[in-house]
């Protein structure tokens, strides 16, 4: 019996099967979770990442310090607000295994600014914190790519008591790099949970979405 001709596949038909697989696996459940987000995003009610209590008149804030320089330099003040580790700038350098952060610096400087604030913000302004002696209040732990800082809690919110200083600026420039705010004593004021610290990214994130599609502009991190 002759054989029966072998049909060659349709083009046509491929093309389509190969659509409802790329769909199906990718496509489809792409489509879902995008509107899986948009549904939370426009359904959750905005709420205060960090509940601050009101602040007496004596007690400041660092954006308000910040804004007024050269009134506050040389004064004792009261500043309240979050704690932060500043940013270091490790050498890559070939480290032994025992010590695999051997090109970062050995002390680290604490940083406070708004108590609303994000720990991730970038383009957060903030007030460099000093002890009397001048050193950073945090030491990198031996060996180790973390930093210890005695008697304060990265993250959580303080009431600091000391002196601001502000160097104004040099001829031709507008501002003045050299500030800082050398510490006499300080309090823990609120400790900020996980759970919060969660939220307040969320939301941190939420607003600058709206800010984006509300601007004519945006800037690139």
Not at 5 to 30: A, D, Y
Request: charged share 20%; net charge neutral.
């Amino acid at each position: 019996m002759p054989e029966k001709p072998v049909r060659e596949p349709n083009p046509t038909h491929i093309l389509i099967t190969r659509f409802f697989i790329v769909f199906f696996t990718f496509l489809l459940p792409l489509a879902i979770l995008l509107v899986g987000i948009v549904l939370i995003y426009t359904t959750t009610p905005p709420r205060k990442s960090i509940s601050v209590a009101p602040l007496p008149s004596s007690v400041f804030t660092p954006d308000q310090v910040l804004a007024g320089r050269g009134a506050y330099s040389g004064r004792t003040i009261t500043v309240n607000g979050r704690i932060f580790q500043e940013s270091v700038v490790c050498e890559n350098k070939a480290c032994p295994p025992e010590d695999s952060c051997c090109g970062c610096p050995v002390e680290r400087h604490l940083a406070i600014a708004n108590a609303d604030t994000m720990v991730t913000g970038k383009s957060l302004e903030r007030l460099r914190l000093l002890p009397f002696s001048g050193k950073a209040y945090c030491e990198r732990k031996p060996g180790s790519c973390t930093y210890e800082c005695p008697e304060w809690s990265p993250g959580d919110i303080y009431n600091v008591t000391g002196i601001f200083h502000f160097e104004p600026p040099p001829p031709g420039w507008q501002l003045s790099l050299d500030y800082y705010f050398v510490v006499d004593k300080h309090q823990l004021s609120q400790k900020v949970t996980a759970e919060t610290s969660l939220m307040t990214i969320f939301n941190d994130i939420k607003k600058q979405l709206t800010d984006l599609a509300n601007s004519a502009s945006y800037v690139l991190p």
